[in-house]
């Protein structure tokens, strides 16, 4: 898994830290049960603040994405379907709501988005 700062994104570092790691688990690119660096390894890597690391994981294991075994580091935590599923509901929605926003403010019709979503479909094919 390979972390990217971007100093010119307006979110800050641990948001980028967390939003990243967070998307290679949920996309299943890191396994259940897989470790990830150490907090200082991370923070030497990336050539950040061990705080801004810590901050990253500790919003990582509040959300029940990761654990911690002390003196063992930090890992991947077993996440129900149930779970995942429901994460990528929101992201769903979410990317929804932007979509309804952009259509509005393009005073795109019915029609018009449900033409765009079969030519989406299509190119996926």
Request: overall charge negative.
């Amino acid at each position: 898994m390979q972390l990217y700062i971007d100093n010119r994104s307006g979110a800050p570092i641990y948001d980028q830290i967390y939003s990243q790691i967070k998307d290679a688990i949920l996309s299943g690119q890191v396994a259940e049960g897989a470790a990830l660096p150490s907090i200082r390894a991370l923070a030497k890597d990336l050539r950040i603040s061990v705080i801004t690391t810590k901050r990253a994981y500790d919003e990582l294991e509040n959300e029940g994405f990761i654990y911690t075994l002390p003196g063992k580091g930090c890992f991947v935590a077993e996440r129900s379907t149930e779970l995942l599923r429901e994460e990528n509901l929101r992201k769903i929605e979410s990317h929804m709501q932007e979509i309804r926003r952009l259509a509005n403010a393009c005073r795109l019709t019915e029609q018009e988005l449900d033409d765009m979503w079969r030519l989406q479909k299509e190119e996926a094919e």
